[in-house]
C-alpha cells in the first residue's frame, strides 16, 4: 500500500493530490489482473486563524493600562526615602519629614522594629495592608509634654512587603515595610526641619519685638506734629513723629498678618518717589526728615495714605468751648 504525507503548503498538495491520481506503474505478474488504482486522499480542513484584529484589540488594551501602572510605580519609586549611613545616630534612623514622602522600613522575623513619633504628638489612627503576617501595636514614653508615642512592627517571616499610614494631630507618615533573614532596623524616627523653621523665625520675631525702634532718643526731641489721612485699610498709620533726625511712622499690630505697603516721598509739584525706609516691628523707620510721604498699596483699586508733617510755627487750634 502506498503512504501519503500530507504537507499543509499549496504546492506540496497540489503534487500529492496529482500522484494519488496517476495509476501504479511497476512490473505486471503474468496471468494477474492489473492493480486498481489508489483512492482519492482525503484532505482535512485547518481550523481558521484567529483574525488580526482581535490580537490588535488585546494589545490595544494592554498598552491603555500600562501608563498609569507605569505612572503609579515611578512616582512611588521616586517618593521613597531609603536609610542612609550618614541618616543614624546610634542604631536609629532619622528620616527629614515632608509630606508625600515614602520611608523604607526593613524588618527580620522575631525582631521588634520602633517608629518613634514627635514628641508631644498625639496618635490618631494606624493603618496597613496586612494585618494578618504583621503584628503591629502601640505604645508611649514619657509624661507631659514630653510624651511621645511608638508604634512597633514584626513581620512573622521573611519576603513580605506591605505599607502603613500613621495619622496624627499634627501629620500623616507613610511607610514602605519590608522583611528579610538579617538584620533589620531597630528604630526610626524623623527630623522636622519646617517645625525648625517656623521656631526660628518665632524666636526672631520675639527678639525684633523685644528690641527698641530706636536708641537714644529723648521724649523732649520728639515731635509729633504729623496728619495721617486718606483711606483706612487695616494697615492704616496710628501716628507718625521724628527726633529730628530720623522719622518713625507707627502701624497697628495687623501690619504683621498683611502686605506691607510702600513708601514714596512727595515734593512740591506731587511728584512721588521711592525713599530708603527699613521695618522694626511696627515701625517704618526712614533716616531723614520729609514734609509728605504717601503709603500706597494695590494696582487696579489703589489704597493710598498720606503722611504730611505741620510746620510747628502755626499757632495751636484753640478748642471751641461752646461745642462742650
Do not use: C
Amino acid at each position: 500500500m502506498t503512504r501519503f504525507l500530507i504537507v499543509p503548503t499549496l504546492s506540496a498538495l497540489v503534487i500529492v493530490l496529482g500522484a494519488a491520481a496517476a495509476p501504479q506503474i511497476g512490473p505486471k505478474s503474468s496471468g494477474s489482473p492489473a492493480a486498481s488504482p489508489a483512492s482519492p486522499v482525503k484532505v482535512a480542513a485547518m481550523p481558521p486563524a484567529s483574525p488580526p484584529i482581535a490580537k490588535s484589540i488585546r494589545h490595544k488594551h494592554i498598552r491603555r493600562a500600562t501608563p498609569p501602572i507605569a505612572a503609579v510605580v515611578a512616582a512611588n519609586r521616586a517618593a521613597t526615602l531609603q536609610p542612609a549611613p550618614n541618616g543614624f545616630i546610634n542604631s536609629v534612623q532619622v528620616y527629614p519629614f515632608a509630606d508625600g514622602i515614602l520611608y523604607q522600613l526593613y524588618a527580620a522575623p522575631e525582631r521588634v522594629t520602633d517608629i518613634a513619633l514627635q514628641p508631644g504628638e498625639v496618635l490618631g489612627a494606624v493603618a496597613s495592608g496586612d494585618t494578618v503576617r504583621w503584628v503591629i501595636g502601640d505604645t508611649s514614653s514619657g509624661s507631659g509634654t514630653d510624651k511621645r508615642t511608638h508604634i512597633l512592627v514584626k513581620p512573622f517571616a521573611s519576603g513580605l512587603s506591605t505599607n502603613l499610614v500613621i495619622t496624627t494631630d499634627r501629620r500623616t507618615y507613610h511607610l514602605s515595610l519590608s522583611s528579610a533573614v538579617g538584620a533589620s532596623m531597630a528604630a526610626l524616627s524623623w527630623s522636622y526641619p519646617l517645625d525648625a523653621l517656623i521656631a526660628l523665625k518665632r524666636s526672631e520675631a520675639e527678639a525684633q519685638a523685644a528690641t527698641p525702634v530706636a536708641t537714644g532718643l529723648e521724649v523732649d526731641q520728639l515731635h509729633f506734629n504729623y496728619s495721617v489721612s486718606g483711606d483706612r485699610p487695616a494697615w492704616r498709620p496710628l501716628r507718625a513723629f521724628d527726633d529730628g533726625r530720623q522719622t518713625f511712622i507707627e502701624f497697628p499690630v495687623s501690619l504683621a498678618v498683611g502686605e506691607a505697603p510702600p513708601l514714596f516721598l512727595v515734593d512740591a509739584r506731587g511728584e512721588a518717589q521711592l525713599v530708603n525706609y527699613r521695618l522694626r516691628g511696627r515701625f517704618y523707620v526712614v533716616d531723614r526728615l520729609f514734609d509728605a510721604a504717601e503709603l500706597r498699596l494695590g494696582t487696579k483699586h489703589q489704597e493710598i495714605v498720606r503722611v504730611v508733617r505741620i510746620p510747628e510755627t502755626l499757632p495751636a487750634k484753640i478748642p471751641d468751648r461752646r461745642a462742650s
